[in-house]
């Protein structure tokens, strides 16, 4: 959201639905339920850009796999309905990212409070798909990825 003189002057949302990248709603719920998105204690906190930077490594890794990627253990990602987690302590996020992706035109919603990042973009170039992945960031490592991206 974003505000002007104190009033709400834009707002962006994505919406997915059946035929949607791994669309399975009862399951998002079912594993988003078991994670914590609590609040972080305020001295444990991570800064707007540490936070924004660990969710651009892991969005830049898509064309450039150079890129070295905070992975915090253990890590789940839930793509739709898709979850990558089994509760294990070893758990990773890093089990496979496409090749040679852009995914541009990023727009940030940060908080730092819970340590969250939500980031609104273009995937596969400026042409490309919408596209929603949020981050849950602590001590600067990727514990959570959230990704929606509408193909219909």
């Known amino acids: 959201m974003r505000f002007t003189d ?22 998002t719920l079912k594993w988003a339920k078991t994670e914590d998105w609590g609040v972080i204690p305020e001295a444990k906190r991570d800064t ?18 150079s890129v070295k990627v905070p992975w915090g253990t253990p890590c789940a990602r839930l793509e739709g309905g898709s979850y990558t ?10 089990v496979g ?12 919603v940060i908080d730092e ?3 969250t990042v939500d980031v609104f973009l273009n995937f596969g170039g400026t042409t490309g798909r919408p596209d929603s992945h949020e981050f ?8 959570f990825v959230h990704t929606m991206t509408v193909m219909t």
Do not use: H
């Not at 639905?17 to 399975?24: I, N, P, S, T, V």
């Not at 849950?136 to 514990?143: H, L, N, V, Y």
């Open 136 to 143: 849950r960031i602590e001590s600067g490592k990727i514990r």
């Open 113 to 115: 409070t819970v340590g």
């Open 85 to 94: 987690g089994k509760g294990a302590a070893n758990d990773s996020c890093n």
């Open 48 to 65: 707007r850009a540490v936070i924004q930077a660990a969710a651009d490594a892991y969005l830049d890794i898509f064309k450039d796999k």
């Open 97 to 108: 990212i496409p090749n040679n992706i852009d995914l541009v035109n990023r727009r940030y």
């Open 6 to 27: 104190g009033k709400l002057s834009k707002m962006e949302t994505i919406v997915t639905k059946k035929g949607d990248w791994l669309f399975d709603p009862p399951n």
